[in-house]
DNA sequence: AGGATAGTGTCTTAAAGTGTCAAATAGTGT
DNA sequence: ACACTATTTGACACTTTAAGACACTATCCT
């Protein structure tokens, strides 16, 4: 399979809660589960399903928690990062993530293969073009 | 399972206790139990399940109780400590403590995989941007 | 004992999150 | 192009959660 692909305009409801179109979708079922992390990256929103974020985690497993240094490293990981599970076909997004993405009434989704990626449309243009 | 994750901005109420949001309640009911251990960090506090503090006091039974070295760092680490339980949604952090980690009537809660963090807002600011 | 202070239970209100449906839009096959 | 199906959107009612307030209990102190 081809995990996930293609670039979607997408609108937010009145609660803030994202629609997550039918091809993501489809791969989400069929090569993962309903279960999402989504994570603040530097302006936008990456979205993980659960093992590959997993995966992602077990490579800080060798730092130290009481060690100062480690333990920075391990909150600016940690700390932007939300569980969140597709309910009736969409996501909601704690309202501090919203924020730190831009995200008002539309978002751009943008597949990534094993992750996608949530822009808010203005900041995604200058990106991209 | 995910652990402890996110950022949340909690106030405390006219006694101090503070409403453990409902996701960390969420993992610490499914993962753990009511009872926890917080402890006082450089200038915040570590929340950890009870059985994630047994965990580590093992870790540090390695040092020896006649060094000096040691031994200050295990004074530090005990003496800040206290057991506590949520009760009804919300926990009671003892005085000194509040004091210690300079909470007044905001807080932010860090989830940290396995533990939390609670922070005054001014100094959470300060380390996370 | 009496008064002060710290801790606990509970209620109210406001805000955030959730389920569901119907209309609108986009996509499909013939 | 047409009818048909699937998807997206917006809306609304409902539920859950958080904040603040207040009364009550326990504890401490003299």
Request: proline residues 4%; hydrophobic residues 40%; positive net charge.
């Amino acid at each position: 399979m081809n995990g996930f692909l293609g670039t979607y305009n997408i609108s937010l409801d009145d609660k803030g809660r994202l629609n997550v179109p039918a091809k993501l979708r489809a791969t989400l079922e069929k090569e993962y589960g309903p279960h999402l992390v989504v994570c603040v990256m530097d302006g936008f929103l990456i979205v993980f399903p659960q093992n590959e974020w997993a995966t992602n985690e077990e490579k800080l497993s060798h730092l130290n928690a009481f060690d100062k240094g480690d333990r920075n490293r391990l909150r600016e990981f940690y700390a932007g990062a939300t569980e969140c599970k597709i309910k009736s076909g969409r996501i909601l997004l704690p309202a501090n993530q919203r924020e730190a993405a831009g995200l008002k009434k539309d978002a751009v989704l943008v597949g990534m293969s094993k992750t996608f990626e949530i822009w808010a449309p203005d900041r995604w243009t200058r990106v991209s073009g």
